[in-house]
């Protein structure tokens, strides 16, 4: 009697968070056209008077422009729950071009004959957006490695503090960049001692640390560099460094190529864990401890060795990122300038599902959001200013509750690791 071949069915699990979360912005967006129309034209300010070359600035209407993006909204809306029916999933570009034309669309709403300074926003948005991704690179290592770091927040403000000390004593913003990273690194060897030797439940280690290192900065602050702020708290400012022909090309040139080395540092930190850790042995020893340290340990791998560098590796870079709050803009310190940027940047990780580069684009779109609020204040928008105060954690909210889609953390994230 012949055999029957046995049909193996693929069984797909589809999550229809992200068409329903833009189903739920789409509306919002044809409520607010709806109840609140706006006329006159909005003008988009493309170049500054330092650019070599000067682009026109371009005037759209107001009404067109806000219903032709209402449409394109529904469009991809669709898109997006047709890809979840056919694939189990939405595709990040359909979420990256939503968030784009629903930009352009509010702004156009929000800025009715104002004008919008295109290479100030995105200026601005980068800058606020540099800790947040700085902050996310050390917390996708340390989640990847299977350690949850709530202290970013800590390690961020350790990294301003000792930064803005060590530059105003030397007069050396490298010094103070280094000095910075040692602080980072060493918020994140307490963490370590305690979570991976001492088996302390991860989170409750990172929200005490977030809270010493603040409160200590805190003390030092009034204790010590107010009255010594000449010598303790004047930070020396690392200056832009133009990149020759790059930082001339129309808007993105003096966005990304007109910037100082912290930046310059991030676009390679970037691309360094995202390359470590899908394409060599470091990144592959980094994934196993964090999703199965048991299958790890069996093939020679240190579980916890890997897991207390790692977790000190992102401190490092967590604790450099710190920099850009005292000698990346010149501004000395002061009590809790971070300002909860450190969970942002834990948002980020989330968004961006513990990939590095969707992460740095979480952290883009969260840095975006915090600076629209000064763009529109500026502008007079008919936002109220304390929606516009809110709207970074908005953002945050939505993004991580609605559009991130199915996400799942490493399996061991967490969890301690008990040999035998």
């Known amino acids: ?24 912005f789409t509306v919002l967006y044809a409520l607010l056209m709806l109840f609140a129309p706006r006329g006159g034209t909005t003008t988009f300010r493309l170049s500054t008077q330092a650019d070599l070359i000067q682009l026109p600035d371009l005037q759209v209407p107001v009404g067109p422009t806000v219903w032709v993006c209402f449409v394109l909204l529904a469009l991809l809306t669709l898109a997006s729950a047709y890809f979840v029916r056919a694939g189990g999933r939405s595709p990040l570009w359909v979420v990256i071009v939503y968030i784009v034309v629903f930009v352009v669309g509010f702004l156009t709403w929000a800025a009715s004959g104002a004008t919008i300074p295109v290479p100030g926003l995105l200026a601005g948005s980068l800058a606020l957006a540099v800790p947040l991704i700085y902050g996310a690179l050390g917390g996708v290592i340390g989640e990847r490695a299977g350690v949850v770091n709530i202290a970013i927040e800590g390690q961020l403000l350790a990294g301003a503090f000792t930064a803005a000390v060590i530059s105003s004593l030397t007069k050396q913003p490298f010094l103070g960049l280094l000095a910075a990273m040692v602080a980072g690194v060493l918020v994140a060897a307490v963490l370590a001692a305690f979570a991976i030797k001492y088996l302390v439940d991860q989170v409750i280690v990172g929200v005490v640390l977030n809270v010493l290192v603040l409160g200590l900065t805190g003390f030092l602050f009034s204790q010590v560099l107010q009255p010594n702020a000449a010598v303790l708290n004047t930070p020396v400012r690392f200056d832009r460094i133009p990149i020759p022909l790059l930082s001339e090309i129309p808007v ?169």
Do not use: C
């Open 1 to 24: 009697m012949p055999e029957t071949p046995l049909a193996v069915e693929k069984t797909v699990v589809r999550s229809w968070k992200t068409p329903i979360a833009l189903t739920v």
């Open 252 to 420: 993105i040139g003096p966005l990304l190529f007109r910037q100082t080395i912290i930046v310059y540092i991030m676009y390679v930190a970037v691309a360094l864990v995202y390359v470590g850790m899908f394409h060599t042995r470091w990144g592959l020893r980094l994934r196993a401890v964090g999703e199965h340290p048991q299958a790890a340990d069996t093939v020679g791998i240190k579980v916890n060795s890997t897991r207390f560098w790692n977790v000190l590796l992102a401190g490092a870079i967590v604790g450099l990122g710190g920099t850009v709050f005292t000698i990346g803009n010149g501004i000395a310190f002061n009590k809790d300038m971070t300002a909860g940027a450190g969970f942002i940047a834990l948002a980020a990780v989330i968004f961006g599902q513990w990939d590095p580069i969707k992460a740095t684009l979480a952290a883009l779109l969260f840095g975006f959001a915090s600076n629209l609020q000064n763009t529109l204040s500026v502008i007079g928008s008919p936002v109220p200013s304390e929606f516009m105060l809110m709207l970074p954690y908005l953002v945050t909210i939505f993004v991580v509750a609605g559009v991130v889609g199915k996400s799942r953390a490493p399996a061991a994230d967490g969890k301690p690791y008990i040999k035998g």
